[in-house]
C-alpha cells in the first residue's frame, strides 16, 4: 500500500476563498479516479507555511499510482485546478506494509 502525500505553495493570488474552492475542486476530480483510496485535502493552520495546501490518499501499488498519474481527469485536474494556482510542490510517496519490498509495491 503506497501513501501519496503533496504539499503546495500557493500563488499571490489565491484568497482564502480560492483555496476552499481548491480543497472542493480536489475532493470532487481526485475521487473520481478509482485507483485513489482514503483522499485527505486541508490547509495549513500555521500561516507562516510556505506550504498552505495538501492532498494525501493511499493506491494499492506503485504500479496504481502511475495509473493514477496519467489518468485524464489527474491530468485535466493539474491543467485547470493545480498550476494556475500554485508555485511549488512537494510530494512524498510512502510504503506502509512493514516489511514490504518496495520494489514490488
Sequence with gaps: MIHHCVYFKLAPHVTPELLENLLIETRINLLKIPEVMNLKTGKNVNPQSEYQFFLAFDCESL???????????????????????????????????????????
Aim: hydrophobic share 35%; aromatic share 12%; charged share 30%.
Design 63 to 105: 504500479a496504481k499510482l502511475e495509473v493514477y498519474r496519467q489518468h485524464p481527469i489527474h491530468i485535466k485536474y493539474l491543467q485547470e485546478t493545480i498550476t494556475p494556482n500554485t508555485v511549488a510542490r512537494f510530494a512524498q510517496d510512502f510504503e506502509m506494509e512493514p516489511g514490504k519490498d518496495v520494489r514490488y509495491s
